[in-house]
């Protein structure tokens, strides 16, 4: 089971990215699925998940009003819209997946998720 995840870049402040995740050989629409940020030395950061059969999405403060999660089951795609970009957004981005049905209490905890794609870099200038 794997997730690829791709999109980054780098842009200025104020700018747009749009990030999306796949699954590689498997479809995601049994699953929750979530996306976390890291930088190096620290702690990856829970940035949003998606309940993929409804649709209901959850978001850390840090980036609530400005990003946002999605889903296109046609294309089996997990996307994350990010908007009016801020320096402190640069970290590689992870996108993640659990089969189990998890109450949302525990959606910030890495430890949660079963399945994790290779992360994209996103830079964000000032």
């Known amino acids: 089971v794997q997730l690829q995840a791709s999109g980054g870049g780098l842009v200025q402040a104020g700018g747009s990215l749009r990030l999306a995740c796949k699954p590689v050989?498997?479809?995601?629409?049994?699953?929750?699925m979530a996306w976390f940020r890291q930088n190096p030395g620290k702690e990856r950061e829970f940035v949003g998940a998606?309940?993929?059969?409804?649709?209901?999405?959850y978001y850390a403060d840090s980036v609530k009003g400005r990003f946002t999660i999605s889903r296109d089951n046609a294309e089996n795609t997990l996307y994350l819209q990010m908007n009016n970009l801020k320096p402190d957004d640069t970290a590689v981005y992870y996108c993640?997946?659990?089969?189990?049905?998890?109450?949302?209490?525990?959606?910030?905890?890495?430890?949660?998720?079963?399945?994790w794609g290779q992360g994209t870099q996103v830079t964000v200038s000032s």
């Open positions: 993640a997946a659990d089969p189990r049905s998890v109450d949302n209490i525990y959606y910030s905890n890495r430890d949660t998720w079963r399945v």
């Open positions: 998606i309940k993929w059969r409804t649709g209901i999405t």
């Open positions: 050989e498997w479809t995601f629409n049994t699953y929750i």
